[in-house]
């Protein structure tokens, strides 16, 4: 279940909006396209709250790229 916090979180829109639990898991990924095209950065991260686990893309080429859920916790999973 996702905390309010997360429920906010506007998915699949070129946004950087994001809540103060969101913690950085490992590190950031930079992904190159070619040498025409500037790279695509890919960070993950897991609120401290509820578990949900969030992918954040950064690429201004797609208008679909930004917050999206990689993880929501089940029911009876413990927040960490």
Same mark, same amino acid.
């Given at each position: ?11 699949? %829109? ?5 809540? @103060? ?9 930079? %992904? ?7 790279? %695509?950065?890919?960070t993950?991260?897991?609120? @401290? ?6 992918r954040? @893309? ?11 859920? @990689? ?10």
């Amino acid at each position: 279940m996702f905390c309010n916090l997360c429920a906010s979180v506007p998915q699949h %829109i070129r946004t950087d909006k994001q809540h @103060e639990h969101l913690q950085q898991v490992g590190v950031t990924e930079r %992904i190159s396209q070619n040498a025409k095209k500037k790279p %695509i950065w890919v960070t993950r991260f897991r609120c @401290e709250l509820c578990g949900t686990e969030w992918r954040h @893309e950064d690429d201004p080429r797609n208008h679909v790229a930004g917050w999206s859920l @990689e993880k929501a916790p089940t029911s009876n999973e413990q927040p960490r």
